[in-house]
């Protein structure tokens, strides 16, 4: 946690910090989505209480805080209450996992009549140096809270969406594990912070058959170097946070509200919140491993602080390493903002699939591609590599 007590303090801060981003960007998206499906429709969405509608999303707290709690009468206790906090701990741990911004280093500093530091802070809640098998782990716990909530409510439309949330996210999870294998061969790191390190500069380099190959115009993502992984792995991550086309274990028209139908108030605000949650880890690691992370294309990190440092905006050392690391964690946040707008996009354009379409597409298509894809990457880097 730290050497001293300022460094366990700044930790514990953080880790509390990357918390409450992702529970604060939950009614932001819930807006969005609103105001993008109303869009899509040809209708207003929330514009009623409050400038486009924005205090709306404050009513829907209060009515999550306090609507009354509900238990069912043949329910089990234990599963009942426990799901709800099991839907939304493996998204928090998953997203403090991954980095949200460059580190920073702070030089030695007095305060409060002591010297403190030098100390080096990375923009993540925890580094384990094998980053992506934690997220992989952590989120596939997810799949508990699911049939904790189906057997917990003795509902038979609650049970019926937990069977079929636990069947569908086997199912995608061997693909979308699958495909990230061929990334991971690339890059030669389970690091996130090594693989962001191999995303920067300009232009796309690459090896084929022993010549150097370059092209100026085209950012250093992972993407060109494994688009194939990178489509799998998106379509795949659609089906394991149960959104459209992929909503089979909610399915309104089908299941009432699949596996929450007995859950109201706070309870049901906590699955909103890891189902979310699960959504920005996706995008956050799909921003990660195929379009650069944290950096910015075509500009040099060392380029970014010099600007910091030289324009202005922060004439101490300290100062000018906090707000360039700041700036990395903006530009992240941007990356990740656009593909969970793509989820809500997907969400008004694409019909659900039937529940034989979901499987036969995870085991007859997704898997087998991403197989092929394994095994393409592993043939390219046979007969050529990649610079690093």
């Given at each position: 946690?730290g050497?001293?007590?300022?460094?366990?303090?700044?930790?514990c801060?953080?880790m509390?910090l990357?918390?409450?981003?992702?529970?604060?960007l939950v009614?932001?998206?819930?807006?969005?989505?609103?105001?993008?499906?109303?869009?899509?429709?040809?209708?207003?969405?929330?514009?009623?209480?409050?400038?486009l509608?924005l205090?709306?999303?404050l009513?829907?707290?209060?009515k999550?805080l306090f609507?009354?709690?509900f238990?069912?009468?043949?329910g089990?206790?234990?599963?009942?209450?426990?799901a709800?906090i099991?839907?939304?701990?493996?998204?928090?741990?998953?997203l403090a996992?991954?980095?949200?911004?460059?580190?920073?280093?702070?030089?030695?500093?007095?305060?409060?009549?002591?010297?403190?530091g030098?100390?080096?802070?990375?923009?993540q809640?925890y580094d384990?140096?094998?980053?992506?098998?934690?997220?992989?782990?952590?989120?596939?716990?997810?799949?508990?809270?699911l049939?904790?909530?189906?057997?917990?409510s003795?509902?038979?439309?609650s049970?019926?969406?937990?069977?079929?949330?636990?069947?569908?996210?086997?199912?995608?999870?061997?693909?979308l594990?699958?495909?990230?294998?061929?990334?991971?061969?690339?890059?030669?790191?389970?690091s996130?912070?090594?693989?962001?390190?191999?995303?920067t500069?300009?232009?796309?380099?690459?090896?084929?058959?022993?010549?150097v190959h370059?092209?100026?115009?085209?950012?250093n993502w992972?993407?060109f170097?494994?688009p194939?992984?990178a489509?799998?792995?998106?379509?795949?991550?659609?089906?394991?946070?149960?959104?459209?086309?992929?909503d089979?274990?909610?399915?309104e028209?089908?299941?009432?509200?699949g596996?929450?139908?007995?859950?109201?108030?706070?309870a049901?605000?906590?699955?909103?919140i890891?189902?979310?949650?699960?959504?920005?880890v996706?995008s956050?690691?799909?921003?990660?491993?195929y379009?650069?992370g944290?950096?910015?294309?075509y500009?040099a990190?060392?380029?970014?602080?010099?600007?910091?440092s030289s324009?202005g905006?922060?004439?101490?050392?300290?100062?000018?390493a906090?707000?360039?690391?700041?700036?990395?964690?903006?530009?992240?946040?941007?990356k990740v903002?656009?593909?969970?707008?793509?989820?809500?996009?997907?969400?008004?354009t694409?019909?659900?699939?039937?529940?034989?379409?979901?499987?036969d597409?995870?085991w007859?298509?997704?898997?087998?591609?991403?197989?092929?894809?394994?095994?393409?990457t592993a043939?390219?880097l046979?007969?050529?590599h990649?610079?690093?």
């Amino acid at each position: 946690m730290g050497k001293d007590v300022f460094e366990i303090v700044v930790n514990c801060v953080k880790m509390l910090l990357i918390f409450l981003v992702m529970v604060q960007l939950v009614p932001i998206l819930v807006w969005l989505e609103r105001r993008v499906s109303a869009f899509m429709q040809n209708r207003f969405g929330p514009n009623r209480v409050g400038p486009l509608g924005l205090i709306q999303l404050l009513a829907d707290a209060v009515k999550f805080l306090f609507k009354e709690p509900f238990f069912p009468e043949k329910g089990m206790a234990v599963m009942y209450y426990g799901a709800p906090i099991m839907a939304l701990i493996p998204g928090a741990l998953a997203l403090a996992a991954i980095p949200l911004g460059a580190p920073f280093h702070l030089e030695q500093f007095t305060w409060l009549g002591r010297e403190w530091g030098p100390y080096d802070f990375i923009m993540q809640g925890y580094d384990f140096g094998v980053g992506i098998v934690i997220v992989l782990g952590v989120s596939s716990l997810g799949a508990y809270s699911l049939l904790m909530a189906g057997w917990g409510s003795s509902n038979k439309y609650s049970l019926l969406g937990a069977l079929r949330a636990s069947a569908q996210m086997v199912s995608y999870e061997l693909a979308l594990g699958l495909s990230l294998v061929g990334i991971l061969m690339v890059f030669n790191t389970f690091s996130f912070y090594d693989i962001i390190a191999q995303q920067t500069g300009m232009p796309l380099t690459f090896n084929f058959f022993g010549k150097v190959h370059s092209i100026a115009w085209l950012p250093n993502w992972g993407i060109f170097f494994n688009p194939l992984g990178a489509l799998i792995f998106f379509c795949a991550s659609f089906a394991e946070t149960n959104r459209l086309p992929f909503d089979l274990p909610e399915a309104e028209g089908e299941l009432v509200a699949g596996f929450h139908t007995e859950y109201g108030g706070f309870a049901l605000l906590m699955f909103y919140i890891g189902e979310y949650g699960h959504m920005m880890v996706a995008s956050a690691l799909m921003a990660t491993f195929y379009f650069g992370g944290y950096t910015i294309p075509y500009v040099a990190n060392e380029s970014v602080a010099n600007w910091v440092s030289s324009g202005g905006l922060a004439t101490h050392p300290n100062w000018a390493a906090f707000l360039t690391s700041l700036i990395f964690f903006l530009v992240f946040l941007l990356k990740v903002f656009l593909f969970l707008l793509i989820y809500i996009w997907v969400r008004w354009t694409l019909p659900r699939f039937r529940y034989d379409q979901l499987m036969d597409l995870g085991w007859k298509t997704m898997l087998p591609w991403a197989l092929f894809n394994t095994v393409l990457t592993a043939v390219w880097l046979a007969f050529s590599h990649r610079p690093v």
